[in-house]
């Protein structure tokens, strides 16, 4: 099993930074994909990045709404999977989930069956 806490998260204006922290206990997570995801307000929980271990390196995806403004990370030593958050726009406001370990689709939250408890995040304009 994997336990995962989220923290970072709070409000900022418009054009802000965060950043979010997914530190995992109970296993060490350097080698398993790991996903942030968030659910807006009314809506669906979306995927928003993942990274990767592919063998040799690590790889990253992201959706397109925050390609260029998000960043996503890991600090080994710390078991921790970070989203660094730039250049926030109120359309970013949700509460924000990491995932691990996906059976099948890093794109699909369905897929994933550890997360953890989620931390909010609110942009104002």
């Known amino acids: 099993q994997v336990q995962l806490v989220e923290s970072g998260g709070g409000l900022v204006q418009a054009g802000g930074s965060l950043r979010l922290a997914c530190v995992a206990s109970?296993?060490?997570?350097?080698?398993?994909?790991v996903g942030w995801f968030r659910q807006p307000p009314g809506k669906e929980r979306a995927f928003v990045a993942a990274i990767r271990w592919l063998g040799r390196t690590y790889y990253t995806d992201y959706t397109d709404s925050v390609k260029g403004r998000f960043t996503i990370f890991r600090d080994n030593a710390k078991n921790t999977v970070f989203l660094q958050m730039n250049s926030l726009k109120p359309e970013d406001t949700a509460v924000y989930y990491c995932?691990?370990?996906?059976?099948?689709?890093?794109?699909?939250?369905?897929?994933?069956?550890?997360w953890g408890q989620g931390t909010q995040v609110t942009v104002s304009s």
């Open positions: 109970g296993r060490t997570i350097d080698k398993y994909t």
């Open positions: 995932a691990a370990d996906p059976r099948g689709s890093i794109f699909n939250d369905a897929e994933y069956d550890f």
